[in-house]
């Protein structure tokens, strides 16, 4: 350190010195001369000197002016652009951006709107080379004439600003010399004039132009002339006119002050002004100036988000989808301007939402009429669970900020978490519903709604066709496609597909009994038994074929098989197909006690359908940078996760739900038009214990699609399975998707058979075999294991709370 400061003050020493020196030698030189001479040496010695203190500041001299643009950075800037998502039919359904900009080229753009720009910001804009030394000198007569300075940035400069913002941009600073002030302003001021003087060397006028066009913030969240042109008055740079020009220029000068939204009567003043000004300088005639004047602005205003457009949940997912390849590749989703060719189809997503909201009013106005305003927050018992509501407060945003407001103090946290005020709150019938209630009541009004989730897919490609997180994205933005839950009955697959694997077949028998077997319980360290119930609590004690089994979704035997087979073989069966989720190796898992996720579940659904190979989920099939080279591309290549003999035979039983005596999907044949007899369909209930998780999984040729439903939390369910059972819940949102899909003449290609088996497979193995049993157990579909002391105390999973005063 010592030695640093003393080498700095060996240097102020010898440039002492050499000042002095220089003076000396300067009198001696011009002792006698003309004064005139001498004025004009010590002009050219400013001039000189000025230009090397500009090499000084670019050359960054012992780092006493900081870093600038270097040259490659001029010549290739880089600026924020939103990047595009576009749907797998061609519809951009949205954007991701932190600053909203697209950029457009020159001829794109009225060009009335460069006339209006140079003749208010910079009229000497053809005759400088980014420094306007007449501009200055106007400036500086003001100034020192009536103390007000008047702007006298160049576009060129301005341009500069907007690409580069070093006054806020921390890697360009201003050196060791910016810690003294009033010097800093200096520094930034020459950096400015230096980059402007080298921007006019690498670019001609009009590509000045176009930039400056692109990069300048006009307010509102609108970056560049092509949002500016959307947000303002609903068109397009090239469609603008000379008043609408004039108004964009215009608050260019306070983008709050002239903004015509937030200060019209000020934005209409500087209008006039700015079209004055285009009169003046010739562009317009007095006539058509005065005639513009008198008009009134005609504002189409409409600021667009990030959330605007199509498939918000699909968009979300697809930002999570990307975030590794980003990190992998250096490409930012928000800044980069990438375009994002996706999966998802936006009549299938269309149809997706109406099936979610058409079928959810039903659910809900049951689960109203089943509960009232009473608690249906229970435990096991069916008890209302105390303290419920304030423990899920505890979870939210707004408690959280009032206990960072107030430490220490639960008083005053309490006391305005009960304290009422205007909160906006959701209903089916009414988007705009306000009521004066408390952030507890909210909640407690929020917790009445049920949730869903609903996906579809292509079974031979992974890509993912729709995709609906939940009833509503403003108010709920937690996504139930990955809301980790019990699978129940729809679990059977993965036990059945491990039996056909294990070589088996639907026509082989089973016995529906009661027997049961011993297990570890991981809680009390020791083994005991374990038995399986079906959901009506008996047995009918038939011989029964798998088939009929499967199709009437019968507890003992699924787990009679699954033992039979052996629980890590169907464990490692369901992996293999898709599921991702830990698995507990207990007898359990034949009924679905896992929790798993709806994505990984159909994914295990698309495997049979696509005859035994597994597709992972495709969300996004290509992405191009801004200059339109590809730069990602999805893979195509599946997995063989079932035999094409075990695909073929589940793809039977699937079928079998629906068309066999008994079958749990029959309910889905009333959304079977005509027009639909064409296809093939199948499916599988599932609803988890006490009702709290519902689900189906409607099963095609080329078209797959599953629903969850259930309350935000597991303690919030219907108290009966004639109400609250996938059948009655999930299933008519998959039914009433696959009509509106199948019937529309757009998507004929989806419309398939499973057909003949293509390599030779007995059919007395899976035709002619199903078993009609009259059994409760046929009217409903659920876990049927509370009896088993092995998930008494299982635990329940939350999903997260929503803030009540964002609801």
């Given at each position: 350190m010592h030695t640093f400061f003393d080498a700095v003050k060996s240097l102020i020493h010898k440039a002492h010195d050499g000042w002095h020196k220089f003076k000396v030698w300067y009198k001696a030189l011009y002792k006698g001369k003309p004064w005139y001479t001498k004025c004009g040496v010590a002009v050219a010695s400013l001039v000189v000197c000025f230009l090397v203190?500009?090499?000084?500041?670019?050359?960054?001299?012992?780092?006493?002016f900081g870093k600038s643009p270097s040259t490659s950075s001029i010549m290739h800037p880089k600026t924020s652009e939103a990047s595009y998502i576009y749907s797998a039919d061609g519809v951009e359904i949205g954007k991701y951006f932190d600053e909203n900009r697209t950029p457009v080229k020159y001829d794109e753009i009225n060009p009335e709107f460069f006339n209006v720009l140079i003749d208010t910001e910079d009229e000497r804009f053809y005759k400088h080379h980014g420094i306007d030394f007449g501009g200055l000198g106007a400036a500086l007569k003001d100034m020192l004439l009536h103390g007000r300075p008047?702007?006298?940035?160049?576009?060129?400069?301005?341009?500069?600003?907007?690409?580069?913002?070093?006054?806020?941009?921390?890697?360009?600073?201003?050196?060791?010399?910016?810690?003294?002030?009033?010097?800093?302003?200096?520094?930034?001021?020459?950096k400015?004039?230096?980059?402007?003087?080298?921007?006019?060397?690498?670019?001609?006028?009009?590509?000045?132009?176009?930039?400056?066009?692109?990069?300048?913030?006009?307010?509102?969240?609108?970056?560049?002339?092509?949002?500016?042109?959307?947000?303002?008055?609903?068109?397009?740079?090239?469609?603008?006119?000379?008043?609408?020009?004039?108004?964009?220029?215009?608050?260019?000068?306070?983008?709050?002050?002239?903004?015509?939204?937030?200060?019209?009567?000020?934005?209409?003043?500087?209008?006039?002004?700015?079209?004055?000004?285009?009169?003046?300088?010739?562009?317009?005639?007095?006539?058509?100036?005065?005639?513009?004047?008198?008009?009134?602005?005609?504002?189409?205003?409409?600021?667009?988000?990030?959330?605007?457009?199509?498939?918000?949940?699909?968009?979300?997912?697809?930002?999570?989808?990307?975030?590794?390849?980003?990190?992998?590749?250096?490409?930012?989703?928000?800044?980069?301007g990438l375009k994002i060719y996706t999966t998802i189809d936006t009549r299938m997503q269309r149809y997706a939402e109406q099936a979610v909201t058409e079928k959810m009013k039903v659910v809900q106005r049951n689960f109203k009429e089943h509960w009232g305003d009473g608690d249906c927050w229970v435990d096991e018992s069916g008890k209302p669970i105390a303290n419920f509501v304030e423990d899920k407060a505890q979870n939210t945003d707004v408690y959280h900020n009032l206990l960072a407001?107030?430490?220490?103090?639960?008083?005053?946290?309490?006391?305005?978490?009960?304290?009422?005020?205007?909160?906006?709150?959701?209903?089916?019938?009414?988007?705009?519903?306000?009521?004066?209630?408390?952030?507890?009541?909210?909640?407690?009004?929020?917790?009445?709604?049920?949730?869903?989730?609903?996906?579809?897919?292509e079974p031979q490609t992974g890509h993912v066709k729709a995709w609906v997180g939940d009833v509503d994205f403003k108010t709920w933005k937690y996504d139930n496609v990955h809301a980790m839950h019990q699978p129940g009955s729809t679990f059977k697959l993965f036990v059945y597909s491990a039996a056909m694997e294990h070589g088996m077949a639907p026509c082989i028998h089973r016995r529906d009994?009661?027997?049961?077997?011993?297990?570890?319980?991981?809680?009390?360290?020791?083994?005991?038994?374990?038995?399986?119930?079906?959901?009506?609590?008996?047995?009918?004690?038939?011989?029964?074929?798998?088939?009929?089994?499967?199709?009437?979704?019968?507890?003992?035997?699924?787990?009679?098989?699954?033992?039979?087979?052996?629980v890590p073989l169907v464990a490692q069966t369901a992996r293999d197909m898709g599921i991702q989720s830990t698995l507990d190796e207990t007898p359990a898992l034949m009924l679905g006690a896992s929790d798993v996720n709806l994505l990984e579940l159909v994914t295990g659904y698309c495997t049979v359908a696509g005859n035994g190979m597994r597709h992972d989920p495709v969300l996004v099939t290509r992405i191009l940078d801004k200059n339109g080279n590809?730069?990602?591309?999805?893979?195509?290549?599946?997995?063989?996760?079932?035999?094409?003999?075990?695909?073929?035979?589940?793809?039977?039983?699937?079928?079998?739900?629906?068309?066999?005596?008994?079958?749990?999907?029959?309910?889905?044949?009333?959304?079977?038009?005509?027009?639909?007899?064409?296809?093939?369909?199948?499916?599988?209930?599932?609803?988890?214990?006490?009702?709290?998780?519902?689900?189906?999984?409607?099963?095609?040729?080329?078209?797959?699609?599953?629903?969850?439903?259930?309350?935000?939390?597991?303690?919030?369910?219907?108290?009966?399975?004639a109400l609250g059972q996938g059948s009655r819940t999930a299933l008519p949102i998959c039914g009433a998707f696959i009509q509106r899909v199948f019937n529309d003449r757009a998507l004929k290609t989806y419309h398939a058979r499973f057909g003949k088996a293509q390599t030779y497979i007995d059919p007395a193995l899976y035709v002619g075999c199903s078993t009609f049993i009259e059994a409760d157990s046929l009217l409903l579909d659920s876990l049927g294991i509370d009896s088993l002391g092995l998930m008494e105390n299982a635990p329940m999973t939350d999903a997260p709370s929503e803030s009540p005063d964002s609801i």
């Open positions: 203190f500009l090499i000084a500041v670019d050359i960054n001299f012992l780092w006493l008047r702007g006298a940035s160049t576009i060129t400069q301005q341009l500069v600003k907007n690409m580069f913002r070093m006054r806020t941009n921390k890697e360009y600073t201003t050196g060791l010399l910016g810690y003294i002030p009033g010097v800093k302003m200096v520094i930034m001021k020459a400015e004039w230096i980059i402007a003087t080298k921007i006019e060397i690498f670019y001609n006028k009009q590509e000045i132009l176009e930039m400056y066009a692109n990069t300048v913030d006009f307010g509102s969240n609108a970056f560049g002339i092509k949002t500016a042109a959307k947000t303002y008055f609903n068109t397009t740079p090239d469609k603008l006119k000379v008043q609408e020009c004039a108004v964009l220029v215009g608050l260019l000068k306070a983008t709050s002050t002239y903004n015509p939204r937030l200060n019209p009567k000020n934005s209409l003043r500087r209008r006039n002004v700015v079209l004055d000004g285009l009169c003046s300088h010739g562009h317009i005639s007095r006539e058509k100036c005065d005639s513009l004047k008198a008009l009134p602005i005609e504002l189409h205003f409409s600021v667009e988000s990030a959330y605007d457009g199509q498939a918000l949940y699909f968009r979300q997912e697809v930002a999570r989808y990307l975030e590794d390849w980003c990190s992998q590749t250096g490409y930012e989703l928000n800044t980069d407001r107030y430490p220490n103090d639960l008083d005053s946290v309490n006391y305005y978490m009960n304290k009422p005020h205007r909160v906006h709150l959701f209903d089916y019938e009414n988007d705009s519903l306000f009521m004066e209630m408390s952030s507890m009541d909210s909640i407690r009004y929020m917790l009445h709604f049920m949730h869903t989730g609903f996906i579809a897919m009994q009661f027997f049961d077997t011993l297990v570890y319980n991981q809680d009390k360290h020791e083994m005991e038994h374990w038995h399986p119930t079906n959901s009506n609590g008996s047995f009918s004690g038939a011989d029964i074929t798998l088939r009929t089994a499967f199709a009437q979704s019968i507890n003992s035997i699924a787990v009679r098989v699954g033992l039979d087979v052996g590809e730069i990602y591309k999805a893979p195509t290549e599946g997995e063989r996760a079932l035999s094409y003999r075990s695909a073929f035979l589940m793809q039977q039983m699937l079928m079998a739900g629906r068309t066999d005596a008994g079958g749990t999907s029959q309910a889905l044949n009333s959304y079977i038009t005509p027009s639909m007899y064409d296809t093939d369909f199948g499916g599988k209930t599932g609803t988890s214990n006490r009702h709290a998780d519902a689900w189906y999984v409607c099963v095609s040729p080329k078209l797959v699609c599953g629903a969850w439903v259930g309350g935000q939390y597991r303690q919030i369910h219907f108290r009966t399975g």
